[in-house]
């Protein structure tokens, strides 16, 4: 594969957003308060006050425990859990009979208290089954469900059946009336922050009182009502569970949006119970500003609080001791911040909508304890029939309670800050206010006005088009709708649903000849009723057949007795060939796939010859023979190949923007057929499936997983994910990213590398009459990998950053001149420490692909002893361990190399 710096435009940036406690966002309603009063040197101490979701009232005797700590709430819901360790997190449970568990994370600090309100949802109502036969739990007046199998649960923890009646609660979360009702933090495992389009939870239990779960091998189907501030919900979202250990949310499946005349849910498969949540993960902000108090001091440990207006979420950070705060919010969003202390807080700013950081202009004011004062009265809101309609309230003054009226009288339940209904024809006209209390007096807002509009009926503005493609490859088609959303889209094929194919853009698998004259269309559906596009016509042509041929050949393996070695091939064919290695001319067993890793080498295997055969329909082609030496171990040879790890860098790049290969250079998307030559790629982009042809946003959250595809001559297997933001699609590029790999597999050539974790990406760039120059530092995760298979060598990174330079010249885009620097990069091998450093300068002869010339050196050092370098010498690149130099036999990624 020719690499090229240019792989990175329009590509890559924004720094994952570190958030207090748990990562990005997150706040899960709880409120994080200064102390009361001090608590004993070195520890810290939890207090709060624990309340009804539905009504605001104290919730006594519910048990809290953390950190081996435990407390019972009092007749006005209040715990205190003292002499706690400082830690960033501590994982705090409340439990309240009839109502779901909370589990949050929180920060303990040294001599301070940490202060939170929780409500607790109410738990449904329980309901009888029959271990033995299938069933459906639901709840009234909601179209939450879940379809329970026959014969399919065990006691929790064990593999022990359930049997006899078997009792179940199946209780509604919803996010969009009220974002602190989830029993977690808006805070994914990846540590980002995520926004919630419903949830549900499912309690399991005998005749015993012991906890069920699904047995091994059996799953659920679950549906989750819609409930989103969010006007256009996605087609499909991910599913998410409550980690019960941690309070942050862990992916596992996905649901499908499903629309009737009743509403909307998601419908997915789960195979295990507890919370589960339809999520996905955001794109964020930050918002920057400081809290004071009314004389102008700053504030210390106030908890700021953001909370969206059209999206359900809600994030949280605590004051500096500057009083100074960042907190985040999701990009090009509404969303409203304020900050609390004790039992007074701020007046709430409206922030957004925005695609960079936001600074205030002026510090939130710290109001002093007094009776209720209405600040802001909710505003008058237009809504689409069926959609939610938000309103807030801010309001100042102590320990304050609300109460939400529609043209005058109590709403059940309403008793929040903010108020989010599902708009009805029926409400066009109603006017929401709010009466705010506390034990000093109360305050009533004004009221607002609601204007509903009726839903339109889908209908199809632009219907799919005829295609045309070959075997072996794939084809898309694509309709544009109008209507209210939220819409659901159902591709069919020759009439008939197409699985999965929910989304405005459907592809197809791999195409064969049986898929030529098939007719596809879309069935697009509303609450109103549904549409049906034109049927457009595949037509498929046989692909070319072709014998096997050997396009990268086997390489030699030097390596060390005790380690393994590994050899491969790349080959075209059509059909596909298979492939069989041979060791000395004999067929090795189970050795069919395009590598071949031996076991571990003795020194029986020095000498050894290695080759493969391909073979297909068309015929067979054997490989060149590859020799295998097998070495004694030695530490020369092992820093050696240390080495030429450190100076195949270019890899490192080429993994970081590996999840952009699914765009061509300009950032437009490609079809999956044009990324992969053989094997798949799946990329989504915020959740949501990628238009051919349509250009990558800015920024975004790109994700991307292969499985052997094979892209101008690299096969990649793995996943990656790339949460960017950066300046532009051309060079240069100026911005930041956050890169995770999992398992990310690159083979190309002579060289098989895997790279494993997280990575900080940053970007600058200039440009001028005839060159354009670019930096990218990497800057891995503890605990990122790079290991070369080929080798056995794996390198777990601890500290430190690589930084790769280029100047391309902007009258052909060939590069001349490339630079990588290792900034203390801090690593270990088989439990030995090591660190690189130095810097490597090299010029390149864009006519013939050589190295004109190159400078400077990178050394490796182990327990600060200098045990090797890398350096330019003699018009090539040169190794030195331990005073004997020996030549870079391991292959650079020339640039400007042409397969």
Same mark, same amino acid.
């Given at each position: 594969?020719?690499?090229?710096?240019?792989?990175?435009?329009?590509?890559?940036?924004?720094?994952?957003?570190?958030?207090? $406690?748990?990562?990005?966002?997150?706040?899960? @309603?709880?409120?994080?308060?200064?102390?009361?009063?001090?608590?004993?040197?070195?520890?810290?101490?939890?207090? @709060?006050?624990?309340?009804?979701?539905?009504?605001?009232?104290?919730?006594?005797?519910?048990?809290?425990?953390?950190?081996?700590?435990?407390?019972?709430?009092?007749? +006005?819901?209040?715990?205190?859990?003292? !002499?706690?360790?400082?830690?960033?997190?501590?994982?705090?449970?409340?439990?309240?009979? @009839?109502?779901?568990?909370?589990?949050?994370?929180?920060?303990?600090?040294? #001599?301070?208290?940490?202060?939170?309100?929780?409500?607790?949802?109410?738990?449904?109502?329980?309901?009888?089954?029959?271990?033995?036969?299938?069933?459906?739990?639901?709840?009234?007046?909601?179209?939450?469900? &879940?379809?329970?199998?026959?014969?399919?649960?065990?006691?929790?923890?064990?593999?022990?059946?359930?049997?006899?009646?078997?009792?179940?609660?199946?209780?509604?979360?919803?996010?969009?009336?009220?974002?602190?009702?989830?029993?977690?933090?808006?805070?994914?495992?990846? /540590?980002?922050?995520?926004?919630?389009?419903?949830?549900?939870?499912?309690? =399991?239990?005998?005749?015993?009182?012991?906890?069920?779960?699904?047995?091994?091998?059996?799953?659920?189907?679950?549906?989750?009502?819609?409930?989103?501030?969010?006007?256009?919900?996605?087609?499909?979202?991910?599913?998410?569970?409550?980690?019960?250990?941690?309070?942050?949310?862990? +992916?596992?499946?996905?649901?499908?949006?499903?629309?009737?005349?009743? @509403?909307?849910?998601?419908?997915?498969?789960?195979?295990?119970?507890?919370?589960?949540?339809?999520?996905?993960?955001?794109?964020?902000?930050?918002?920057?500003?400081?809290?004071?108090?009314?004389?102008?001091?700053?504030?210390?440990?106030?908890?700021?609080?953001?909370?969206?207006?059209?999206?359900?979420?809600?994030?949280?950070?605590?004051?500096?001791?500057?009083?100074?705060?960042?907190?985040?919010?999701?990009?090009?969003?509404?969303?409203? $911040?304020?900050?609390?202390? !004790?039992?007074?807080?701020?007046?709430? &700013?409206?922030?957004?909508?925005?695609?960079?950081?936001?600074?205030?202009?002026?510090?939130?004011?710290?109001?002093?304890?007094?009776?209720?004062?209405?600040?802001?009265?909710?505003?008058?809101?237009?809504? &689409?029939?069926?959609?939610?309609?938000?309103?807030?309230?801010?309001?100042?003054?102590?320990?304050?309670?609300?109460?939400?009226?529609?043209?005058?009288?109590?709403?059940?339940?309403?008793?929040?800050?903010?108020?989010?209904?599902?708009?009805?024809?029926?409400?066009?006209?109603?006017?929401? !206010?709010?009466?705010?209390?506390? %034990?000093?007096?109360?305050?009533?807002?004004?009221?607002?006005?609601?204007?509903?509009?009726?839903?339109?009926?889908?209908?199809?503005?632009?219907?799919?088009?005829?295609?045309?493609?070959?075997?072996?490859?794939?084809?898309?088609?694509?309709?544009?709708?109008?209507?209210?959303?939220?819409?659901?889209?159902?591709?069919?094929?020759?009439?008939?649903?197409?699985?999965?194919?929910?989304?405005?853009?459907?592809?197809?698998?791999? =195409?064969?000849?049986?898929?030529?004259?098939?007719?596809?269309?879309?069935?697009?559906?509303?609450?109103?009723?549904?549409?049906?596009?034109?049927?457009?016509?595949?037509?498929?042509?046989?692909?070319?057949?072709?014998?096997?041929?050997?396009?990268?050949?086997?390489?030699?393996?030097?390596?060390?007795?005790?380690?393994?070695?590994?050899?491969?091939?790349?080959?075209?064919?059509?059909?596909?060939?298979?492939?069989?290695?041979?060791?000395?001319?004999?067929?090795?067993?189970?050795?069919?796939?395009?590598?071949?890793?031996?076991?571990?080498?003795?020194?029986?295997?020095?000498?050894?010859?290695?080759?493969?055969?391909?073979? #297909?329909?068309?015929?067979?082609?054997?490989?060149?023979?590859?020799?295998?030496?097998?070495?004694?171990?030695?530490?020369?040879?092992?820093?050696?190949?240390?080495?030429?790890?450190?100076?195949?860098?270019?890899?490192?790049?080429?993994?970081?923007?590996?999840? =952009?290969?699914?765009?061509?250079?300009?950032?437009?998307?490609?079809?999956?057929?044009?990324?992969?030559?053989? /094997?798949?790629?799946?990329?989504?982009?915020?959740?949501?499936?990628?238009?051919?042809?349509?250009?990558?946003?800015?920024?975004?959250?790109?994700?991307?997983?292969?499985?052997?595809?094979?892209?101008?001559?690299?096969?990649?297997?793995?996943?990656?994910?790339?949460?960017?933001?950066?300046?532009?699609?051309?060079?240069?590029?100026?911005?930041?990213?956050?890169?995770?790999?999992?398992?990310?597999?690159?083979?190309?050539?002579?060289?098989?590398?895997?790279?494993?974790?997280?990575?900080?990406?940053?970007?600058?760039?200039?440009?001028?009459?005839?060159?354009?120059?670019?930096? $990218?530092?990497?800057?891995?995760?503890?605990?990122?990998?790079?290991?070369?298979?080929?080798?056995?060598?794996?390198?777990?990174?601890?500290?430190?950053?690589?930084?790769?330079?280029?100047?391309?010249?902007?009258?052909?885009?060939?590069?001349?001149?490339? %630079?990588?620097?290792? #900034?203390?990069?801090?690593?270990?091998?088989?439990?030995?420490?090591?660190?690189?450093?130095?810097?490597?300068?090299?010029?390149?002869?864009?006519?013939? /692909?050589?190295?004109?010339?190159?400078?400077?050196?990178?050394?490796?050092?182990?327990?600060?002893?200098?045990?090797?370098?890398?350096?330019?010498?003699? /018009?090539?690149?040169?190794?030195?361990?331990?005073?004997?130099?020996?030549?870079?036999?391991?292959?650079?990624?020339?640039?400007?190399?042409?397969?």
């Amino acid at each position: 594969m020719s690499f090229s710096i240019q792989r990175l435009r329009g590509a890559l940036a924004s720094l994952c957003l570190a958030a207090f $406690v748990a990562g990005c966002g997150g706040g899960g @309603g709880s409120s994080t308060q200064p102390p009361a009063t001090q608590v004993p040197a070195d520890t810290g101490q939890i207090t @709060g006050q624990v309340l009804s979701a539905a009504d605001a009232s104290p919730v006594a005797g519910a048990r809290i425990t953390a950190a081996g700590t435990s407390a019972v709430s009092d007749a +006005q819901g209040r715990f205190s859990l003292n !002499g706690l360790a400082p830690a960033d997190a501590v994982v705090l449970r409340i439990q309240a009979d @009839g109502h779901l568990d909370a589990v949050l994370p929180l920060p303990v600090r040294s #001599n301070l208290a940490t202060s939170i309100t929780k409500r607790l949802v109410a738990a449904g109502s329980a309901q009888t089954f029959s271990a033995t036969a299938p069933g459906t739990l639901s709840v009234a007046n909601t179209l939450a469900s &879940v379809d329970l199998p026959a014969n399919g649960f065990v006691i929790d923890g064990s593999s022990t059946a359930a049997t006899g009646t078997l009792s179940a609660r199946l209780s509604v979360i919803d996010p969009a009336r009220n974002p602190g009702a989830m029993p977690g933090r808006y805070v994914a495992s990846t /540590g980002r922050a995520i926004e919630s389009f419903g949830a549900i939870n499912v309690d =399991l239990r005998d005749a015993a009182g012991n906890k069920l779960n699904l047995k091994a091998g059996t799953t659920a189907t679950i549906r989750i009502p819609l409930a989103s501030r969010s006007a256009t919900p996605p087609a499909t979202v991910p599913l998410f569970y409550l980690d019960e250990a941690t309070g942050q949310w862990v +992916q596992e499946g996905q649901a499908t949006l499903k629309v009737t005349a009743d @509403g909307s849910y998601y419908e997915g498969t789960v195979a295990h119970f507890s919370s589960w949540n339809a999520d996905m993960e955001m794109d964020t902000i930050f918002v920057h500003g400081c809290v004071v108090d009314s004389t102008g001091k700053p504030v210390t440990w106030a908890l700021v609080q953001s909370s969206g207006v059209d999206y359900s979420g809600v994030s949280y950070a605590p004051t500096d001791g500057n009083g100074k705060f960042d907190v985040a919010i999701r990009k090009n969003s509404l969303a409203e $911040v304020f900050a609390s202390v !004790g039992d007074r807080a701020t007046p709430t &700013v409206s922030v957004g909508p925005s695609a960079t950081d936001i600074t205030l202009p002026n510090c939130l004011v710290v109001a002093d304890a007094v009776a209720p004062q209405v600040v802001s009265s909710p505003a008058d809101r237009t809504a &689409v029939a069926g959609q939610y309609a938000f309103f807030r309230v801010v309001a100042t003054g102590g320990d304050l309670r609300y109460q939400w009226q529609r043209n005058g009288v109590d709403l059940p339940g309403e008793t929040y800050d903010t108020l989010s209904i599902s708009a009805r024809l029926a409400d066009d006209g109603a006017r929401y !206010g709010v009466v705010v209390r506390n %034990s000093v007096g109360q305050a009533a807002s004004g009221t607002a006005v609601l204007h509903v509009t009726p839903a339109v009926a889908p209908a199809i503005t632009t219907a799919p088009q005829d295609a045309s493609a070959k075997v072996g490859d794939t084809a898309s088609f694509t309709a544009t709708v109008s209507g209210s959303a939220p819409l659901a889209y159902q591709w069919q094929r020759n009439g008939v649903d197409i699985a999965g194919a929910t989304a405005a853009v459907y592809r197809t698998p791999a =195409l064969t000849l049986a898929d030529n004259g098939a007719r596809f269309r879309v069935v697009v559906r509303n609450a109103l009723g549904s549409a049906t596009s034109p049927e457009a016509t595949l037509s498929v042509a046989d692909a070319t057949l072709a014998a096997p041929a050997i396009t990268s050949q086997p390489a030699a393996v030097t390596t060390n007795i005790g380690l393994t070695a590994s050899f491969l091939v790349q080959g075209t064919g059509t059909p596909v060939p298979t492939y069989q290695w041979l060791r000395n001319g004999t067929a090795i067993a189970g050795a069919t796939a395009s590598v071949y890793t031996t076991p571990v080498l003795t020194a029986a295997d020095d000498g050894a010859l290695f080759s493969v055969k391909l073979t #297909n329909s068309q015929g067979e082609v054997v490989s060149n023979t590859a020799l295998l030496t097998v070495r004694p171990g030695g530490s020369d040879t092992d820093q050696a190949n240390l080495l030429r790890v450190l100076g195949a860098s270019s890899w490192w790049l080429q993994a970081m923007t590996s999840p =952009l290969i699914v765009t061509d250079d300009n950032g437009v998307v490609l079809a999956g057929s044009a990324v992969c030559q053989t /094997g798949s790629v799946s990329a989504t982009l915020g959740g949501a499936a990628l238009t051919v042809g349509q250009p990558l946003p800015a920024s975004g959250l790109l994700a991307t997983r292969f499985t052997d595809c094979v892209n101008d001559g690299t096969r990649y297997s793995g996943a990656g994910t790339a949460d960017y933001r950066f300046s532009g699609l051309s060079m240069p590029v100026n911005g930041s990213a956050t890169v995770t790999l999992s398992s990310l597999r690159m083979v190309d050539g002579g060289s098989d590398y895997t790279v494993d974790g997280g990575t900080s990406v940053a970007l600058s760039g200039s440009t001028d009459a005839t060159s354009v120059t670019q930096s $990218v530092t990497v800057t891995p995760a503890g605990g990122a990998s790079i290991t070369n298979n080929l080798l056995s060598l794996k390198a777990t990174l601890s500290g430190g950053s690589l930084t790769i330079g280029s100047t391309t010249r902007t009258s052909d885009g060939m590069l001349t001149a490339t %630079s990588v620097g290792y #900034n203390s990069i801090a690593f270990t091998v088989s439990g030995t420490p090591y660190v690189a450093q130095g810097t490597l300068t090299l010029t390149f002869n864009t006519s013939t /692909g050589g190295y004109t010339s190159g400078s400077g050196e990178i050394t490796l050092a182990s327990n600060g002893t200098q045990v090797g370098r890398l350096y330019f010498a003699n /018009g090539s690149l040169q190794i030195e361990v331990n005073g004997r130099v020996q030549p870079f036999s391991a292959p650079l990624r020339n640039p400007n190399a042409r397969r």
